[in-house]
């Protein structure tokens, strides 16, 4: 069966400029050669820290942003050759659901407006048919028709959240990349919109890019999960499978600096080394390796590729099958 979104050596660097001392124009690299299938029905969680690429990555698969070189296939068709003409029928069918519920809602449009906007544009409704689906699409992530006419700033962000998730449904998509879609929510609030998330996933079969910091929420959610460092995918397995059994050592870091509520349990620390690094000046061989606790002379000469390591568990490592070593001392 042929994957809904194929990506493939997908790169962007943006140009960072000088100081106000002077000094040469750099690069950096943002997203570095990743390469990735997406299942028609699947999740696929995208993890890492906070600048590494991840929300760069689902606007370049959304064309929101021009890609250096690489290829983005849906359903078969390369959509970074399209024009901005041919890719607007497109537009339908892959949607996002953005970071921030206060910036991603025109505060001077009413909530109708604003989930009715994309109907209007790809002429999917006109007149009163336009209201009558957009109190649908309302009913559906929770909210009323009383909320029709009422302006952004009157709700609270989950509401706002659920607005955002009503316009990306407004056109019947069949890939939603959401962006961060609960990191600026409570904890209590970011529940129930993950489960709205799941709700309508399975009522409109839809398939998710799901990009987050948050393990917990990551691993609830994915069926599949790509870890990113410094613009690169290092590894990428079933969430069952990485969560039980990282095979590189950043996955392991991470999962190991989850909180666990429970004062008895005790864990092992990872020793990781270092801060991470720039972007502009990555570290030659492997990127984690100045901070790697089983790195060795190899690590700092050989880029290690992203290799099948059993069972559809993907690593970029010299020695993964040493990873864990920590956790089990």
């Not at 699947?42 to 959304?62: A, N, P, Y």
């Not at 962006?179 to 996933?201: F, R, Y």
């Not at 080394?273 to 089983?294: A, L, N």
């Amino acid at each position: 069966m042929e994957p809904l979104l194929e990506v493939r050596d997908l790169k962007k660097t943006f140009d960072v400029a000088p100081g106000p001392m002077g000094g040469k124009h750099l690069k950096l690299k943002a997203v570095d050669g990743l390469s990735f299938n997406l299942r028609e029905g699947e999740t696929l969680g995208l993890v890492g820290e906070s600048g590494c690429g991840k929300s760069t990555t689902g606007k370049l698969i959304l064309k929101l942003l021009e890609a250096d070189s690489g290829e983005v296939r849906f359903r078969g068709r390369d959509i970074l050759s399209l024009s901005q003409r041919k890719m607007r029928p497109l537009r339908r069918e892959i949607q996002m659901i953005f970071q921030d519920p206060y910036s991603s809602l025109n505060p001077r449009m009413r909530v109708g407006d604003i989930v009715g906007e994309p109907l209007r544009i790809h002429g999917l409704a006109q007149g009163g048919a336009i209201r009558e689906e957009v109190i649908r699409l309302l009913s559906t992530v929770g909210l009323s028709a009383e909320h029709y006419d009422r302006y952004p700033h009157e709700f609270s962000g989950g509401q706002r959240q659920r607005i955002g998730i009503a316009r990306a449904l407004a056109v019947k998509p069949r890939l939603i990349v959401a962006d961060e879609p609960v990191s600026a929510l409570d904890l209590s609030i970011q529940a129930q919109v993950v489960n709205l998330l799941q709700d309508i996933q399975q009522e409109f079969q839809l398939t998710y890019i799901f990009i987050a910091h948050d393990l917990s929420v990551i691993e609830h959610i994915s069926d599949r999960v790509a870890v990113m460092y410094l613009g690169r995918i290092v590894e990428l397995a079933g969430a069952e499978d990485l969560y039980l059994e990282p095979r590189h050592p950043y996955t392991e870091a991470l999962l190991n600096a989850v909180p666990v509520p429970d004062p008895t349990l005790r864990r092992t620390r990872i020793p990781l080394k270092g801060e991470v690094p720039s972007p502009i000046f990555p570290p030659p061989g492997c990127h984690f390796h100045p901070r790697c606790p089983y790195a060795r002379e190899i690590c700092s000469r050989a880029d290690p590729p992203l290799e099948d390591k059993g069972g559809q568990h993907f690593a970029a490592c010299h020695f993964s099958s040493e990873v864990g070593r920590y956790r089990k001392s």
